[in-house]
T-cell receptor, first 110, second 114 residues
Framework: GESVGLHLPTLSVQEGDNSIINCAYS??????FIWYKQESGKGPQFIID?????DKRQGQRVTVLLNKTVKHLSLQIAATQPGDSAVYFC?????????FGAGTRLTVKP | GAVVSQHPSRVICKSGTSVKIECRSL??????MFWYRQFPKKSLMLMAT?????????EQGVEKDKFLINHASLTLSTLTVTSAHPEDSSFYIC??????????FGQGTRLTVV
């Protein structure tokens, strides 16, 4: 069935480097996407969102890119810090619910 | 941002007993609440969607008699795991939204059935 999934399950980066986390989705009708950060034992926290009528959105140190042609979503984190270590999920909003990708664990090395 | 409070954060119960988990929206009226289950190192799996005053809509494969969901008010939804068994041990997370916002998540509840 249709789903949202990630290319890489784990990502390890050096502190200060930029991180890129990728996500593929298959429902071309989805019009809203969200990135969440989940620290161990906690609920997901909203990071940034993007609507399908946009291809880029920037926040503080984070940028989300949306490529509707290939149904690909990415989260870029600039100057990655140890506090960024967490699992990152992309989510696809379908009507009244959200479907999550598998998640990528980001580890930041000091 | 909006605050969603989930309680308890951790619970241990004996096999065969029932456990209730509460999800409250503290500063907005949650017209819709969602319940998710998360297995270790896995993504969130949507269990059910509930609208205030209506019966919950369960995802395929989720037993409605096992996981009772009540959304009696615009600020409170409860998930009751009935006759819990060790395989029900998991991390349960709720989220809530109103008609204007994206969903905000609770802190999650770690259920351990012994």
């Amino acid at each position: 069935g249709e789903s949202v999934g990630l290319h890489l399950p784990t990502l390890s980066v050096q502190e200060g480097d930029n991180s890129i986390i990728n996500c593929a989705y298959s429902n071309s009708a989805s019009d809203y996407f969200i990135w969440y950060k989940q620290e161990s034992g906690k609920g997901p926290q909203f990071i940034i969102d993007i609507r399908s009528n946009m291809d880029k959105r920037q926040g503080q140190r984070v940028t989300v890119l949306l490529n509707k042609t290939v149904k690909h979503l990415s989260l870029q984190i600039a100057a990655t810090q140890p506090g960024d270590s967490a699992v990152y999920f992309c989510a696809e909003k379908r009507r009244n619910d959200m479907r999550f990708g598998a998640g990528t664990r980001l580890t930041v090395k000091p | 941002g909006a605050v969603v409070s989930q309680h308890p954060s951790r619970v241990i119960c004996k096999s065969g007993t029932s456990v209730k988990i509460e999800c409250r929206s503290l500063d907005f009226q949650a017209t819709t609440m969602f319940w998710y289950r998360q297995f270790p190192k896995k993504s969130l799996m949507l269990m059910a969607t509930s609208n205030e005053g209506s019966k919950a809509t369960y995802e395929q494969g989720v037993e409605k008699d096992k996981f009772l969901i009540n959304h009696a008010s615009l600020t409170l939804s409860t998930l009751t795991v009935t006759s819990a068994h060790p395989e029900d041990s998991s991390f349960y997370i709720c989220s809530a939204r109103d008609e204007f916002t994206e969903a905000f998540f609770g802190q999650g509840t770690r259920l351990t059935v012994v």
